[in-house]
């Protein structure tokens, strides 16, 4: 877990803000990147341990220590102390089952519970929630900000307790949910992979991807720089009001144009099959109208491009 502060602004009085990133995968390190490319940030990393609850509880008590601490030191009488914590962990993934999401449901738990003491210190404090648009509206096409998510998966009901588990927490603190759609890009070798990751990496290896969708399945690929900067954007900002968002391009992509635009950025030969059964075939799409205020996304040919040349990088050092 990593902990961000800086002077708080914005409020009328001076202070501290402090921002608690939980996860950093794909989308937690570019949330992480965009703050501290905001704000002039002082970090600090503290242990949160997922497999042993006892270690966890310890943990837990060292977050609201050092937030406390926080409070009396810098930010001092008459000044604001803000608090925003940011969930964008989550060990698993799409295609996992009820049983491997136990452990995950009863950590998320604990963190609402977190926050709810966090806003007790604070004199304002905010949940960020990175749900899943994928989880929760499989298999729907032109997606509203209004349309109701019917999960198919355990993992979209996870999704769905999840923002569920929120609603009292609301009471005491602002809650953003954001639900993103196929979020791709690169945060190092050791992060979990999505397809255009997968499809880039296989590619300079001179490998076969295996590719789970139909031919025809269409997908809203949205890059995950664009995640992180608008989140930043929420977490810098007091006034922000807390919603439920859908972060989408709003252009829905077939496979085959994607993996067209992967060939063209890389400019080698890209070789992939399509598997039998596919078990990742349905449409995902969202129209532009649901986006929200303020977002805005990066052409998927650019996103690429820049995902392409990262991974390249990070294989150039690795092969030196």
């Not at 989880?135 to 032109?142: D, H, I, P, T, V």
Request: aromatic share 8%; charged share 20%.
């Amino acid at each position: 877990m990593i902990a961000l502060d800086w002077p708080a602004a914005g409020s009328g009085r001076p202070g501290r803000h402090i921002a608690l990133i939980f996860g950093l995968g794909l989308i937690g390190t570019a949330i992480l990147n965009a703050l501290r490319g905001r704000v002039p940030a002082r970090r600090r990393d503290l242990p949160f341990d997922w497999s042993d609850a006892a270690k966890r509880a310890g943990h837990v008590r060292a977050i609201l220590a050092a937030v406390h601490d926080q409070a009396g030191t810098d930010a001092g009488e008459g000044q604001e102390l803000h608090v925003d914590l940011v969930w964008s962990a989550g060990r698993a993934g799409f295609g996992s089952s009820t049983a491997e999401l136990v452990c995950e449901q009863r950590v998320f738990v604990e963190v609402v519970e977190l926050g709810r003491r966090l806003s007790e210190t604070a004199d304002c404090s905010s949940f960020h929630f990175l749900s899943s648009a994928g989880g929760l509206f499989e298999g729907q096409r032109n997606i509203e900000a209004t349309s109701a998510p019917a999960p198919l998966r355990p993992y979209g009901i996870a999704k769905l307790q999840q923002e569920g588990l929120l609603d009292a927490l609301a009471q005491s603190m602002r809650v953003l949910i954001y639900r993103p759609t196929s979020v791709y890009g690169f945060a190092g070798a050791r992060s979990r992979k999505g397809l255009v990751a997968a499809l880039v990496q296989n590619a300079i290896r001179g490998e076969t991807s295996r590719i789970f969708g139909g031919f025809d399945t269409i997908r809203d690929y949205v890059f995950a720089d664009d995640v992180g900067a608008f989140i930043a954007e929420q977490v810098t900002n007091p006034h922000a009001s807390g919603t439920t968002m859908l972060l989408a391009s709003g252009k829905p992509t077939a496979l085959p144009e994607l993996t067209a635009i992967v060939q063209r950025a890389l400019q080698r030969q890209l070789y992939f099959q399509y598997e039998a059964k596919p078990s990742n075939a349905l449409n995902i799409c969202v129209r532009p109208s649901a986006l929200p205020a303020g977002w805005r996304t990066t052409p998927l040919e650019i996103g690429i491009q820049r995902t392409a040349a990262r991974i390249l990088e990070a294989y150039r050092v690795a092969t030196r």
